[in-house]
C-alpha cells in the first residue's frame, strides 16, 4: 500500500483508483499506516488497540474530545455503509467494526493497518483536512482521503518522491467549460503551484469533471491545505455565476430530463456520452430540477462507467462494455421519476 491508487486492492488487481468515486453526498476518510509490517508480528488484540488509540487520537484532534466506542457486527456495519455511502469498496478483509457516535469505523489487518471511515457530516472535513496533515506524524499516518459533497473529492498524500504532499480535488465546470474559461482557471492554478486535468489518467477527454492536483512542502501542510480549499472554493463561485448565464430556462431543463430518460432506458451507452449525460444530471441535481438524492446514484455510476471497471466485472468477454454500462445505468437510475 504504497500510494492511494492502491487503497482499491483485491487478490493483487487494483479494481479502480480513489479518483474513481466522487461527487458523493456523505463523508469517507481512509486512513493507511505506513507501519505495514506490524501485522505479521502481534496479534490481532494488539492491532485493535493500536488502532482504536489512533481513532480515539483522531476524534480528540476534531475537538469532540469524545470516546465512546462500541463494536458493530459486520451486518450492522454494512447496513451503516449502504446507508451512508454508496461504493464498489468491500470489507471482506476487515476484522473489526466500530460505531463512535456518528462516526463508523472498518479495520484491514490483511498485509496492512487500513481505517475506514464515513459518516454522514461532510461539512467538518474542509476544516479537518488541514489538521489532518499538520499532524501526520503524530498519528504515524501515510495518508487520507476525504470525500465531500462539496468538492467531490478531496485526496493527501505524500508524492511518490516522498519530499511533496499532494492534495486532488475532482470538481465539475460545465459551465466554465461552455463559456471557454477553462484555460484561465488552468493558467490561475498553475501560477499557485496547482494542475487542472482531465479527471481520469488514461482518458484524456471526461467532459466536464476535472481533477485538481496541488503541490506543497511538509514544513507548512496546514497552511498549503488551507490555500488549496481557498482556490476550491473560489473556482466553485465562479462555476455558480457562469451557470446563471449558460444554464436557463427550457433549453437546460430539456437537456437535463432528457440525459435521464437515455440513462434509464438505454441499451447501449458509451463512455464519453455517459459523462455528458452525468453531467447535465449533476447540474440538474445542483439547480434543484432533479431530485438531491440522485447525487449517490450519480457517484455510483461515475464510479462504475470507467471501461477498466466493466472490463475487470466483465466475466462474459463477448458481451460490449457499451452493452455491461447501459444495463448498469439502468439498474443504477431506473428507481427516479420525473
Known amino acids: 500500500m504504497k500510494n492511494f491508487k492502491s487503497f482499491f486492492k483485491e487478490d493483487g488487481n487494483v479494481l ?11 463523508v469517507s476518510v481512509f486512513l493507511n499506516f505506513a507501519d505495514t509490517k506490524f501485522v505479521s508480528n502481534k496479534s490481532v488484540k494488539e492491532e485493535s488497540s493500536k488502532a482504536i488509540s489512533s481513532v480515539s487520537y483522531l476524534k480528540k484532534l476534531d475537538g469532540s474530545g469524545k470516546e465512546k466506542i462500541s463494536f458493530l457486527t459486520k451486518e450492522e456495519f454494512y447496513a451503516a455503509k449502504e446507508k451512508y455511502f454508496i461504493s464498489c469498496r468491500e470489507y471482506s478483509n476487515s476484522k473489526i467494526f466500530i460505531k463512535e457516535d456518528s462516526f463508523y469505523w472498518a479495520f484491514n489487518f490483511r498485509d496492512h493497518a487500513e481505517i475506514s471511515y464515513f459518516c454522514e457530516d461532510s461539512d467538518n472535513i474542509i476544516s479537518f483536512l488541514p489538521r489532518l496533515l499538520s499532524r501526520r506524524k503524530d498519528m504515524n499516518l501515510f495518508s487520507t482521503l476525504a470525500f465531500s459533497n462539496e468538492f467531490g473529492f478531496l485526496a493527501a498524500e505524500p508524492n511518490r518522491c516522498g519530499n511533496l504532499t499532494e492534495i486532488k480535488s475532482v470538481i465539475h465546470l460545465p459551465a466554465l467549460k461552455k463559456s471557454g474559461k477553462i484555460s484561465q482557471i488552468s493558467k490561475e492554478a498553475s501560477f499557485l503551484n496547482m494542475r487542472l486535468t482531465s479527471l481520469f489518467d488514461d482518458l484524456p477527454d471526461t467532459g466536464d469533471f476535472y481533477l485538481l492536483t496541488a503541490y506543497g512542502g511538509f514544513s507548512r501542510e496546514e497552511e498549503f491545505a488551507n490555500k488549496t480549499v481557498l482556490f476550491l472554493k473560489g473556482v466553485k463561485e ?3 455565476e457562469e451557470r446563471k448565464k449558460v444554464f436557463s430556462g427550457k433549453e437546460f431543463e430539456d ?9 434509464k432506458s438505454c441499451r447501449l451507452l458509451g463512455f464519453y456520452e455517459s459523462m455528458t449525460l452525468l453531467s447535465f444530471l449533476k447540474s440538474g441535481v445542483d439547480a434543484g430540477i432533479i431530485n438531491a438524492s440522485a ?5 455510483q455510476a461515475l464510479s462504475s462507467f470507467h471501461p477498466k471497471i466493466l472490463s475487470f466485472y466483465n466475466g462474459k468477454k463477448n458481451i460490449s462494455l457499451e452493452s455491461i454500462r447501459a444495463d448498469l445505468s439502468v439498474k443504477i437510475f431506473s428507481q427516479f421519476s420525473f
Open 238 to 240: 465562479r462555476e455558480k
Open 16 to 26: 479502480f483508483s480513489a479518483r474513481d468515486i466522487i461527487l458523493g453526498s456523505k
Open 255 to 263: 437537456a437535463v430530463f432528457r440525459s435521464l430518460a437515455i440513462l
Open 295 to 299: 447525487s449517490l446514484n450519480i457517484s
